[in-house]
T-cell receptor
Framework: QKEVEQNSGPLSVPEGAIASLNCTYSDRGSQSFFWYRQYSGKSPELIMFIYSNGDKEDGRFTAQLNKASQYVSLLIRDSQPSDSATYLCAVNVIIQGAQKLVFGQGTRLTINP | EADIYQTPRYLVIGTGKKITLECSQTMGHDKMYWYQQDPGMELHLIHYSYGVNSTEKGDLSSESTVSRIRTEHFPLTLESARPSHTSQYLC?????????????FGPGTRLTVL
């Protein structure tokens, strides 16, 4: 089992709808969770982080964390064509006593005008 | 302005050449990382450093080497480039503290070995 799993997609959503991206993780001790956006040919850009159970909102983005079920999700409201990108989930894990950030394989999101 | 820089942005080079990819950050971060990413594929951690004179190999075996002589500088070297090294190389850094694992990425170096 991979430490961080995402559906690779592609996920296709009509413009103006809500895009929902999901991520599950295996390390119950993980405490910090991140969502990165990566446009084709560009480097990942941090868009959200969440440390506590529940929801965290930032503009059109909402991160949701459920530690009991070991999943974290990202909702994008009023989706725009500019949101089309690959979204990477990253989870802090402890490996051999050291904290490391483990990335999922990413979900490719396409917003259709 | 605090940032993370990579040079060159693009490099096309012949087989057997020695190359060094540069990465510098002005954010005062202790931790720095190198990732390798093929188009449309996952990020793979190849090297990381938690401070000066500290370097570790990552999850993906790589023929490259790194050094960390100064906090702000983390260069990656390939002694003899091969076509299999063709990829995008991303440098990242993060700070210290309880939850300071937010990694900030440089713009990347796209390497093509002919």
């Amino acid at each position: 089992q991979k430490e961080v799993e995402q559906n690779s997609g592609p996920l296709s959503v009509p413009e103006g709808a809500i895009a929902s991206l999901n991520c599950t993780y295996s390390d119950r001790g993980s405490q910090s969770f991140f969502w990165y956006r990566q446009y084709s040919g560009k480097s990942p850009e941090l868009i959200m982080f969440i440390y506590s159970n529940g929801d965290k909102e930032d503009g059109r983005f909402t991160a949701q964390l459920n530690k009991a079920s070991q999943y974290v999700s990202l909702l994008i409201r009023d989706s725009q064509p500019s949101d089309s990108a690959t979204y990477l989930c990253a989870v802090n894990v402890i490996i051999q006593g050291a904290q490391k950030l483990v990335f999922g394989q990413g979900t490719r999101l396409t917003i259709n005008p | 302005e605090a940032d993370i820089y990579q040079t060159p942005r693009y490099l096309v080079i012949g087989t057997g050449k020695k190359i060094t990819l540069e990465c510098s950050q002005t954010m005062g971060h202790d931790k720095m990382y190198w990732y390798q990413q093929d188009p449309g594929m996952e990020l793979h951690l190849i090297h990381y450093s938690y401070g000066v004179n500290s370097t570790e190999k990552g999850d993906l075996s790589s023929e490259s080497t790194v050094s960390r002589i100064r906090t702000e500088h983390f260069p990656l070297t390939l002694e003899s480039a091969r076509p299999s090294h063709t990829s995008q190389y991303l440098c990242a850094s993060s700070g210290s503290g309880d939850f300071a694992n937010e990694q900030f990425f440089g713009p990347g170096t796209r390497l093509t070995v002919l």
